[in-house]
């Protein structure tokens, strides 16, 4: 089982390990996980596995123990070093048996095929993908996010909420991407305010948990935009949190994209809540942006750079740079050129 010290030390692992004692398994537990788990995590822990004699992968926790199980699981029966796959060379065969217990609800990386590892030496982080990285089973149990920080709930839940957006309006989406994207985006409308104010609340933890595993759905085969391929750079530059770069971003790059799905964003204000019948649809998708602001307002997430810590913002040209060669970026429904991603990103000043 892979997983982090925050885990580790509290009665979660217990339970987890409770559960598979009395379903008779043998397993060992991992528990150096660390976020943005780098290359040498995943080798020492699979030195680890060599040794005691492991031949299936758990993850068990946030987004990080996730992706660090998943690289795990490849390297268990692959000799390539990460950093080749890192490079692009796509995972082929099937990998060790994987399953996913997350303990927050945001990354959907229960249902994702990709796995985020820190190449140490090249100071980036790089996407392993593959059709076989998706886990073969998962573990949607509100016990185990409940008692998690209402920060936390607030921002892997904006995470979601990014996903199931920025996924529904992609020029990446297909219908049942779509079917996905906008159940999840009406679950977390209804229920993410609530489980931020109480993360012991069982049926919105459970909601949660489900629209974060739809959004995974939806975005690993619709795919994402701006709001992602421009948080990523955030995120390494500013040392920003994931889920709070999505969070910062998302209500500016709806506003920006409006024009390209009028008729998605209008569904997306229904879908959140507001009654649109008698408005005209550009009002009504005017009003999905006001919606995400309101929520965001509500669960206490930050709405500039100031807000979210960082003092003085200075836009790094390479951040503009960095935005193009992503595929987020790609399916974004408005195609934005550097002077408009420069202006997106000071927006926020
Ligand atoms: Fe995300």
Redo the contacts with the bound molecule.
């Keep these: 089982m892979m997983t982090d010290q925050g885990i580790a030390r509290t009665a979660l692992l217990n339970k987890v390990t409770t559960a598979l004692e009395k379903a008779g398994r043998r397993f060992v537990v991992f528990s150096d996980v660390v976020s943005d788990p780098p290359v040498e995590v995943v080798e020492e822990a699979l030195a680890f596995t060599r040794q005691k004699g492991a031949g299936a992968v758990i993850g068990l926790g946030g987004g990080s123990s996730l992706d660090a199980a998943k690289g795990l699981a490849v390297r268990m029966v692959s000799e390539v070093p990460l950093r080749e796959y890192g490079d692009g060379k796509p995972v082929e065969g099937p990998i060790a048996p994987l399953y996913a217990i997350p303990t927050t609800a945001?990354?959907g990386s229960e249902v994702t095929r990709v796995s985020v590892i820190t190449d140490t030496v090249k100071k980036e982080k790089m996407a392993i993908r593959g059709e076989h990285l998706a886990p073969l089973g998962a573990v949607l149990d509100p016990e185990l996010i409940a008692g998690i920080p209402a920060s936390v709930a607030a921002e892997t839940g904006a995470?979601a909420l990014?996903?199931a957006v920025e996924a529904y309006v992609s020029l990446n989406s297909n219908p049942i991407t779509d079917a996905l994207a906008i159940a999840a985006i009406e679950m977390i409308g209804k229920n993410l305010a609530d489980f931020v104010a109480d993360s012991r609340n069982r049926e919105a933890g459970l909601k949660m948990l489900l629209a974060s595993c739809l959004a995974g759905q939806a975005f690993s085969n619709g795919g994402?935009g701006l709001a992602?391929s421009m948080g990523e750079p955030l995120g390494s530059y500013f040392h920003l949190g994931?889920?709070l770069a999505?969070a910062l971003y998302l209500p500016v790059i709806m506003e920006f994209n409006l024009s390209e799905a009028q008729y998605k964003f209008a569904n997306i204000a229904r879908a959140l809540g507001h009654g649109i019948d008698n408005l005209a649809q550009a009002d009504a998708a005017d009003l999905s942006v006001k919606a995400v602001k309101d929520l965001f307002r509500e669960i206490g997430l930050p709405k500039n750079y100031r807000e979210a810590g960082i003092k003085n913002f200075e836009l790094n040209p390479q951040m503009v740079d960095d935005v193009f060669p992503q595929f987020s970026t790609t399916c974004n429904p408005r195609k934005a050129d550097a002077k408009e991603i420069e202006a997106l990103y000071n927006a926020l000043a």
């Design positions: 945001g990354t995470d990014t996903h994402l992602h994931h889920g999505c």
